[in-house]
């Protein structure tokens, strides 16, 4: 693992990865321009030649398996000439196009796989024949789908078949991209190798993530880990302890703003004390708060912290001292609209924040796999993570 200067000073951009496809327990019915979707109740019989929409509860359809493949746990085609990081998208476009024959289909944009990896679930394992290794991926639905890791190609010579997977997305203007996964690492990549694509499609109806400030835990869902305050079981924007959940301005109550001048962000509350505009309190109730510089030191200090991997998923599980346990996802930082060290480090605000010569100090939680500290930076409008605590008292 790098060292925590490295991390500050050099930021790597991480994507997060896209998904495969679920035919288990899915019916089908036809959607505008033609095409099954899948991923409700009933039973499914083979896969035909068309590929199908599966909903897994995202803003859009991902399609059940990749361009060219006859089934789930294929590969499909490996598109692009080589140094096709290079080449224009329409090509790869028009390649979707032909080979599904629907209009529909299109390579998912550097958003969309972010969002399948911030709200999905991730499970490498083999498929039913034993021998092809797939990344399962599961949605807030519950409905899942399949990623073959596939490899890439080059002149025809295929390398890293069941060790990585390579996939196409949409880059900045008229590019593609590329991000690859493998044993819960995933990020972007330069290659000038070919790889499959697996398109998505859009709903009439998007659902807003930016909306979402995900499931409430119930009142005895909080953990008591034998400290001062209660903590929850998962971050703001998630349902899982496993999610990453949303990425958040310091003080934003309305967990919206992605701007990079601080003058948009809230400045209530005294120096030294706590802020007022709390987005878990506004979100979530107000028995939840963003944890206070106190109570995050206090969860450094008293409790024991394991580097380790929940689904897939790399992060902390924090144990307190009467032995009951909470995981933190290392789900990086957001700056704009770039994300930042995912799976290596983990930003946790606290609601705290002090003036000093320098200027005003936000305190947050930082954390690698060698190391866990608080951090004192001005740069409020970072998205960091929120994993707020539980008071049984309410407080406005």
Same mark, same amino acid.
């Given at each position: 693992?790098?060292?925590?200067?490295?991390?500050?000073?050099?930021?790597?951009?991480?994507?997060?990865?896209?998904?495969?496809?679920?035919?288990?327990?899915?019916?089908?019915?036809?959607?505008?321009?033609?095409?099954?979707?899948?991923?409700?109740?009933?039973?499914?019989?083979?896969?035909?030649?068309?590929?199908?929409?599966?909903?897994?509860?995202?803003?859009?359809?991902?399609?059940?398996?990749?361009?060219?493949?006859?089934?789930?746990?294929?590969?499909?085609?490996?598109?692009?000439?080589?140094?096709?990081?290079?080449?224009?998208?329409?090509?790869?476009?028009?390649?979707?196009?032909?080979?599904?024959?629907?209009?529909?289909?299109?390579?998912?944009?550097?958003?969309?796989?972010?969002?399948?990896?911030?709200?999905?679930?991730?499970?490498?394992?083999?498929?039913?024949?034993?021998?092809?290794?797939?990344?399962?991926?599961?949605?807030?639905?519950?409905?899942?789908?399949?990623?073959?890791?596939?490899?890439?190609?080059?002149?025809?010579?295929?390398?890293?078949?069941?060790?990585?997977?390579?996939?196409?997305?949409?880059?900045?203007?008229?590019?593609?991209?590329?991000?690859?996964?493998?044993?819960?690492?995933?990020?972007?990549?330069?290659?000038?190798?070919?790889?499959?694509?697996?398109?998505?499609?859009?709903?009439?109806?998007?659902?807003?993530?930016?909306?979402?400030?995900?499931?409430?835990?119930?009142?005895?869902?909080?953990?008591?880990?034998?400290?001062?305050?209660?903590?929850?079981?998962?971050?703001?924007?998630?349902?899982?302890?496993?999610?990453?959940?949303?990425?958040?301005?310091?003080?934003?109550?309305?967990?919206?703003?992605?701007?990079?001048?601080?003058?948009? +962000?809230?400045? *209530? %509350?005294?120096? =030294?004390?706590? @802020? $007022?505009?709390?987005?878990?309190?506004?979100?979530? !109730?107000?028995?939840?708060?963003?944890?206070?510089?106190?109570?995050?030191?206090?969860?450094?200090?008293?409790?024991?912290?394991?580097?380790?991997?929940?689904?897939?998923?790399?992060? +902390?599980?924090? *144990? %307190?001292?009467? =032995?009951?346990? @909470? $995981?933190?996802?290392?789900?990086?930082?957001?700056? !704009?609209?770039?994300?930042?060290?995912?799976?290596?480090?983990?930003?946790?605000?606290?609601?705290?924040?002090?003036?000093?010569?320098?200027?005003?100090?936000?305190?947050?939680?930082?954390?690698?796999?060698?190391?866990?500290?608080?951090?004192?930076?001005?740069?409020?409008?970072?998205?960091?993570?929120?994993?707020?605590?539980?008071?049984?008292?309410?407080?406005?």
């Amino acid at each position: 693992m790098r060292a925590l200067y490295d991390i500050l000073a050099v930021p790597v951009f991480c994507i997060m990865m896209a998904a495969g496809t679920a035919m288990v327990s899915c019916s089908r019915y036809d959607m505008p321009g033609g095409g099954p979707v899948a991923g409700q109740t009933g039973g499914t019989e083979g896969y035909g030649d068309t590929l199908r929409l599966v909903d897994i509860g995202l803003s859009v359809y991902w399609a059940d398996r990749n361009v060219g493949a006859d089934n789930p746990y294929a590969a499909g085609d490996y598109v692009g000439s080589e140094g096709m990081d290079m080449t224009s998208l329409s090509n790869l476009r028009n390649h979707v196009t032909r080979s599904t024959e629907r209009n529909y289909w299109i390579i998912p944009s550097w958003e969309h796989v972010q969002e399948l990896y911030d709200h999905c679930t991730f499970e490498e394992m083999y498929a039913g024949d034993g021998m092809t290794k797939v990344m399962r991926v599961t949605g807030p639905n519950g409905n899942c789908i399949y990623l073959p890791l596939a490899g890439q190609s080059y002149l025809g010579d295929k390398a890293y078949v069941n060790s990585v997977g390579f996939y196409i997305y949409q880059g900045p203007g008229s590019m593609s991209g590329k991000w690859r996964f493998y044993s819960g690492t995933r990020e972007s990549y330069s290659t000038i190798c070919s790889s499959p694509i697996r398109p998505i499609a859009y709903k009439s109806e998007k659902v807003a993530w930016e909306d979402y400030f995900g499931k409430v835990p119930a009142a005895e869902e909080a953990v008591d880990l034998g400290l001062s305050v209660k903590w929850a079981p998962w971050n703001i924007g998630a349902d899982k302890p496993e999610r990453y959940g949303g990425f958040y301005g310091w003080g934003d109550p309305t967990g919206k703003l992605h701007s990079e001048d601080p003058g948009d +962000y809230p400045l *209530t %509350g005294a120096p =030294g004390t706590v @802020i $007022f505009t709390d987005l878990a309190m506004a979100k979530w !109730g107000t028995n939840w708060h963003t944890p206070t510089r106190g109570q995050m030191e206090e969860l450094i200090d008293k409790c024991t912290w394991e580097w380790t991997q929940v689904t897939g998923t790399h992060g +902390y599980r924090v *144990t %307190g001292p009467n =032995g009951n346990s @909470i $995981f933190l996802p290392a789900g990086g930082y957001r700056e !704009g609209e770039s994300r930042r060290w995912l799976e290596n480090a983990g930003w946790y605000w606290t609601k705290t924040r002090e003036d000093s010569l320098f200027g005003m100090r936000y305190f947050s939680l930082l954390f690698t796999d060698d190391n866990t500290s608080m951090s004192d930076n001005s740069d409020q409008w970072l998205g960091k993570s929120i994993r707020p605590v539980y008071y049984e008292q309410t407080y406005n």
